[in-house]
T-cell receptor, first 115, second 111 residues
Framework: SAVISQKPSRDICQRGTSLTIQCQVD?????MFWYRQQPGQSLTLIAT?????????ESGFVIDKFPISRPNLTFSTLTVSNMSPEDSSIYLC????????????FGPGTRLTVL | KQEVTQIPAALSVPEGENLVLNCSFT??????LQWFRQDPGKGLTSLLL?????REQTSGRLNASLDKSSGRSTLYIAASQPGDSATYLC??????????FGKGTTLSVSS
């Protein structure tokens, strides 16, 4: 299985500021995914990040609000821009791997609180 | 549009009981189904992956079944322990998509 780390693990931010979350994987992967989990809710996919191309965003998520970088096959960043209290969530990075390359693994998450 | 439903939303059992968590999905054209465990405030741990061609997978005290034609999966936990207390999430993958999640079942096992 892939080992995924995220930084920071948690943060408390002021309204209107931006936070960049880093995701590091211990092996090269083609596709990386960013999810959001709002309080008491399940996970919602924000975007899919492929190395060397623009991220693909899901309905309701836009690049200006959640810019993503994918500079190589083991690293990605997600920025939450111009934050509001509604952005308070756990943000999770995920990759596909495993024996059949279609098992999905998740990082420990970044718990964001916006005041 | 694929929708994943998990029943019940919450479950409380005494230690030692066997239990079943249910997951249903509306579109049977899936690649696979995964069960995850999430502890409060933490990330997700993959428990079992069932390919669309498989009927079940087992890992220790966990057994997951898949009936693709009826759009259902179950996670069976044998001899439950307090350490099993967590939220259990079911998710499916389809062509060209990432995982689509249910809302989870929160399990509490009392000693």
């Amino acid at each position: 299985s892939a080992v995924i780390s995220q930084k920071p693990s948690r943060d408390i931010c002021q309204r209107g500021t931006s936070l960049t979350i880093q995701c590091q994987v211990d092996s090269q992967v083609t596709m990386m995914f960013w999810y959001r989990q709002q309080p008491g809710q399940s996970l919602t996919l924000i975007a899919t990040a492929n190395q060397g191309s623009e991220a693909t965003y899901e309905s309701g998520f836009v690049i200006d609000k959640f810019p993503i970088s994918r500079p190589n096959l083991t690293f990605s960043t997600l920025t939450v821009s111009n934050m509001s209290p509604e952005d308070s969530s756990i943000y999770l990075c995920s990759v596909r791997g495993g024996v059949t390359y279609n098992e999905q693994f998740f990082g420990p998450g970044t718990r964001l609180t916006v005041l | 549009k694929q929708e994943v439903t998990q029943i019940p939303a919450a479950l409380s059992v005494p230690e030692g009981e066997n239990l079943v968590l249910n997951c249903s999905f509306t579109d049977s054209a899936i690649y696979n189904l995964q069960w995850f465990r999430q502890d409060p405030g933490k990330g997700l741990t993959s428990l079992l992956l069932i390919q669309s061609s498989q009927r079940e997978q087992t890992s220790g005290r966990l057994n997951a079944s898949l009936d693709k034609s009826s759009g259902r999966s179950t996670l069976y936990i044998a001899a439950s322990q307090p350490g099993d207390s967590a939220t259990y999430l079911c998710a499916v993958t389809q062509a060209g998509t990432a995982l689509i999640f249910g809302k989870g079942t929160t399990l509490s096992v009392s000693s």
